[in-house]
């Protein structure tokens, strides 16, 4: 089975621009996890979608946001960029059916805003 | 409230010796709990995961946890350190009954020649 893939890898954007980064899961899993990671903050939840419902939300500002299409597949993005939006941002996928809650990472998008 | 503790931001080995990555939870239930490895530049590969089976957990590249409920803990260990085991090690809680998942703030391994 392939992994899970996030695109892009890389990206570079300039402040108060907009970004939207996609995550395909893993065939058959229908929750995907969001996830932003900086040096200074660490890993950091930004939202969970679970067949295209958000289900959990971390405490981000409402620049974040995301969404779930019908195939699991999802997007966030982020508006009006700030500097202190460059950061790796990772997507998991977990099949969370019947007790199989595992995350698996994909390897993330690392996005510098200048 | 819940939360995970990792109680070292770092630890150096030398090539061979054994492995000690400290974790600490507070849950309010039984929960899941998780070790993932985090190589230079990658996402979190899964290392193992414990969900209330046995609670000595194997996981791959030779690395292991014991789930000790009386202690609130899941150390992760190993008995002999390789060089490419140096990278940033996170352990996770996921409550019982919740889909939250809980994040520690990583610790760095350092393996010495």
């Known amino acids: 089975k392939a992994g899970v893939t996030q695109t892009p890898r890389y990206l570079i954007k300039t402040r108060g621009q907009q970004v939207t980064l996609s995550c395909s899961p893993i065939?058959?899993?229908?929750?995907v996890s969001w996830y932003q990671q900086t040096p200074g903050q660490g890993l950091q939840f930004l939202f969970e979608?679970?067949?295209?419902?958000?289900?959990n939300k971390g405490n981000f500002p409402g620049r974040f946001s995301g969404r779930q299409f019908s195939n699991s597949r999802s997007e966030m993005n982020v508006s009006t960029l700030e500097l202190g939006d460059s950061a790796l941002y990772l997507c998991?996928?977990?099949?969370?059916?019947?007790?199989?809650?595992?995350?698996?990472f994909g390897p993330g998008t690392r996005l510098l805003v200048l | 409230a819940q939360s995970v503790t990792q109680l070292d931001s770092h630890v150096s080995v030398s090539e061979g010796t054994p492995v000690l990555l400290r974790c600490n939870y507070s849950?309010?239930?039984?929960?899941?709990l998780f070790w993932y490895v985090q190589h230079p530049n990658k996402g979190l590969q899964l290392l193992l995961k414990?969900?209330?089976?046995?609670?000595l957990v194997k996981g791959i590249n030779g690395f292991e946890a014991e789930f000790k409920k009386s202690e609130t803990s899941f150390h992760l260990t190993k008995p002999s350190a390789h060089m490419s085991d140096a990278a940033e090690y996170f352990c996770?809680?996921?409550?019982?009954?919740?889909?939250?998942?809980?994040f520690g703030t990583g610790t760095r391994l350092k393996v010495l020649a």
């Open positions: 849950s309010s239930y039984s929960p899941s």
């Open positions: 998991a996928s977990s099949l969370d059916v019947g007790g199989e809650e595992t995350q698996y």
């Open positions: 996770v809680v996921r409550p019982a009954g919740t889909y939250k998942y809980i």
């Open positions: 414990y969900t209330s089976a046995a609670t």
């Open positions: 979608y679970f067949s295209e419902t958000q289900r």
């Open positions: 065939s058959g899993h229908r929750s």
